[in-house]
Protein backbone atom coordinates (compact mmCIF):
# COMPACT_ATOMS: atom_id res chain seq x y z
CA UNK A 1 0.00 0.00 0.00
CA UNK A 2 2.67 2.48 1.39
CA UNK A 3 4.17 2.25 -2.51
CA UNK A 4 1.65 2.35 -4.38
CA UNK A 5 0.20 5.49 -2.41
CA UNK A 6 4.00 6.63 -2.48
CA UNK A 7 3.65 7.75 -5.96
CA UNK A 8 0.15 9.57 -5.41
CA UNK A 9 0.69 13.38 -4.20
CA UNK A 10 -3.17 14.28 -3.55
CA UNK A 11 -5.80 11.64 -1.73
CA UNK A 12 -9.80 12.25 -2.53
CA UNK A 13 -11.21 12.85 0.56
CA UNK A 14 -14.77 11.75 0.85
CA UNK A 15 -16.57 13.48 3.72
CA UNK A 16 -20.56 13.45 4.94
CA UNK A 17 -22.41 16.68 5.46
CA UNK A 18 -25.04 17.57 7.92
CA UNK A 19 -27.71 16.22 6.05
CA UNK A 20 -25.28 12.95 5.65
CA UNK A 21 -24.94 13.19 2.09
CA UNK A 22 -21.59 12.25 0.72
CA UNK A 23 -19.39 15.00 -0.14
CA UNK A 24 -15.89 14.54 -2.55
CA UNK A 25 -12.57 16.30 -3.06
CA UNK A 26 -9.52 16.44 -3.15
CA UNK A 27 -5.88 17.50 -0.97
CA UNK A 28 -2.25 17.37 -1.25
CA UNK A 29 -1.70 14.89 1.92
CA UNK A 30 1.37 13.75 3.98
CA UNK A 31 1.94 10.19 5.38
CA UNK A 32 4.11 10.19 8.38
CA UNK A 33 3.68 7.55 11.27
CA UNK A 34 0.96 5.82 9.91
CA UNK A 35 -1.59 8.82 10.12
CA UNK A 36 -2.17 11.16 6.84
CA UNK A 37 -2.37 14.44 6.87
CA UNK A 38 -4.30 17.38 4.53
CA UNK A 39 -3.57 21.13 5.74
CA UNK A 40 -7.14 22.47 4.00
CA UNK A 41 -8.94 25.77 4.67
CA UNK A 42 -12.03 25.94 6.82
CA UNK A 43 -13.65 27.74 3.79
CA UNK A 44 -13.41 24.42 1.90
CA UNK A 45 -16.75 22.25 2.11
CA UNK A 46 -14.53 19.19 3.25
CA UNK A 47 -13.30 21.24 6.08
CA UNK A 48 -16.84 22.41 7.46
CA UNK A 49 -17.65 18.63 7.06
CA UNK A 50 -14.54 17.27 8.89
CA UNK A 51 -15.55 19.51 11.76
CA UNK A 52 -19.11 18.24 12.03
CA UNK A 53 -17.94 14.72 11.82
CA UNK A 54 -15.06 13.33 12.02
CA UNK A 55 -15.56 9.85 9.85
CA UNK A 56 -14.16 10.41 6.11
CA UNK A 57 -12.69 7.98 3.50
CA UNK A 58 -9.09 8.89 1.73
CA UNK A 59 -9.13 7.75 -1.86
CA UNK A 60 -5.82 7.20 -4.17
CA UNK A 61 -6.18 6.00 -7.67
CA UNK A 62 -3.88 5.39 -10.53
CA UNK A 63 -3.84 7.68 -12.70
CA UNK A 64 -5.87 6.79 -16.27
CA UNK A 65 -3.38 7.57 -18.50
CA UNK A 66 -1.24 5.20 -16.88
CA UNK A 67 -3.47 2.28 -16.42
CA UNK A 68 -3.77 -0.71 -18.54
CA UNK A 69 -7.03 -0.80 -17.96
CA UNK A 70 -9.63 1.54 -16.76
CA UNK A 71 -11.74 -1.19 -15.26
CA UNK A 72 -9.19 -2.67 -12.86
CA UNK A 73 -7.40 1.04 -12.12
CA UNK A 74 -5.09 0.84 -9.00
CA UNK A 75 -6.94 1.91 -6.06
CA UNK A 76 -6.96 2.32 -2.37
CA UNK A 77 -9.77 3.17 -0.65
CA UNK A 78 -9.29 4.23 3.44
CA UNK A 79 -12.10 4.72 5.84
CA UNK A 80 -10.84 7.02 8.65
CA UNK A 81 -11.32 9.07 11.85
CA UNK A 82 -9.95 12.54 11.25
CA UNK A 83 -8.73 15.16 13.79
CA UNK A 84 -7.64 18.85 13.55
CA UNK A 85 -4.20 19.18 15.26
CA UNK A 86 -3.76 22.03 17.18
CA UNK A 87 -1.80 25.20 15.16
CA UNK A 88 1.19 25.91 16.83
CA UNK A 89 1.38 22.25 18.74
CA UNK A 90 4.65 20.63 18.24
CA UNK A 91 2.55 17.85 15.68
CA UNK A 92 1.51 20.66 13.86
CA UNK A 93 5.20 22.35 12.97
CA UNK A 94 6.39 18.69 12.26
CA UNK A 95 3.82 18.03 9.51
CA UNK A 96 4.02 20.96 7.94
CA UNK A 97 7.70 21.12 7.65
CA UNK A 98 7.23 17.58 5.86
CA UNK A 99 4.98 19.55 3.83
CA UNK A 100 7.63 21.95 2.80
CA UNK A 101 10.09 19.29 1.69
CA UNK A 102 7.37 17.69 -0.33
CA UNK A 103 5.82 20.26 -1.80
CA UNK A 104 6.62 23.85 -2.90
CA UNK A 105 8.04 25.20 0.50
CA UNK A 106 7.17 28.62 -0.86
CA UNK A 107 3.52 27.91 -0.95
CA UNK A 108 3.45 25.70 2.22
CA UNK A 109 5.03 28.85 3.64
CA UNK A 110 2.38 30.86 2.33
CA UNK A 111 -0.61 28.83 3.61
CA UNK A 112 1.14 28.64 6.95
CA UNK A 113 0.35 32.08 7.53
CA UNK A 114 -3.36 31.50 6.39
CA UNK A 115 -5.48 31.67 9.77
CA UNK A 116 -8.15 29.78 8.75
CA UNK A 117 -5.90 27.10 6.89
CA UNK A 118 -6.09 24.06 9.50
CA UNK A 119 -4.44 20.45 9.73
CA UNK A 120 -6.36 17.25 9.90
CA UNK A 121 -4.62 14.09 10.97
CA UNK A 122 -6.75 11.33 9.25
CA UNK A 123 -6.22 7.49 11.61
CA UNK A 124 -6.95 4.39 9.58
CA UNK A 125 -9.63 2.50 10.77
CA UNK A 126 -10.73 -0.15 7.85
CA UNK A 127 -9.87 0.20 3.84
CA UNK A 128 -9.09 -2.30 1.02
CA UNK A 129 -6.99 -2.04 -1.59
CA UNK A 130 -7.32 -3.75 -5.60
CA UNK A 131 -4.34 -3.92 -8.05
CA UNK A 132 -5.75 -5.40 -10.84
CA UNK A 133 -8.27 -8.39 -11.56
CA UNK A 134 -8.64 -10.71 -8.96
CA UNK A 135 -6.22 -9.15 -6.91
CA UNK A 136 -8.40 -7.54 -4.12
CA UNK A 137 -7.02 -7.00 -0.84
CA UNK A 138 -8.16 -5.51 3.08
CA UNK A 139 -5.87 -3.50 4.53
CA UNK A 140 -4.77 -4.23 7.98
CA UNK A 141 -2.11 -5.23 10.41
CA UNK A 142 -0.92 -3.44 13.57
CA UNK A 143 -0.45 0.01 11.54
CA UNK A 144 -3.42 -0.56 9.56
CA UNK A 145 -0.57 -0.37 6.01
CA UNK A 146 -0.48 -4.12 5.26
CA UNK A 147 -2.69 -5.62 2.87
CA UNK A 148 -4.83 -9.03 3.67
CA UNK A 149 -6.37 -11.04 0.43
CA UNK A 150 -9.53 -10.69 0.48
CA UNK A 151 -10.27 -14.64 0.48
CA UNK A 152 -8.85 -14.83 4.01
CA UNK A 153 -11.44 -13.73 7.32
CA UNK A 154 -11.13 -9.86 8.39
CA UNK A 155 -10.64 -9.00 11.36
CA UNK A 156 -10.28 -5.42 11.40
CA UNK A 157 -13.79 -4.76 9.43
CA UNK A 158 -15.11 -2.35 11.59
CA UNK A 159 -12.67 -2.83 14.27
CA UNK A 160 -11.03 0.35 15.95
Known amino acids: MKHFIAGIQT ?11 PFSSYAPY ?10 ISDIA ?27 ARKRVS ?8 TRGSERFEEVLSLFA ?14 TDFN ?13 GFGKAYFIGGENMDE ?7 NPHHGVK
Open 101 to 114: EKFDAKMVATLKKM
Open 30 to 39: MYDQNRFYVY
Open 119 to 131: LYEFKVTYGEATF
Open 11 to 21: AIIGTLDAKGA
Open 45 to 71: THAKNLQRNPKASLFFVEDESKTDNLF
Open 78 to 85: LQCDSQKI
Open 147 to 153: LIPRGEA
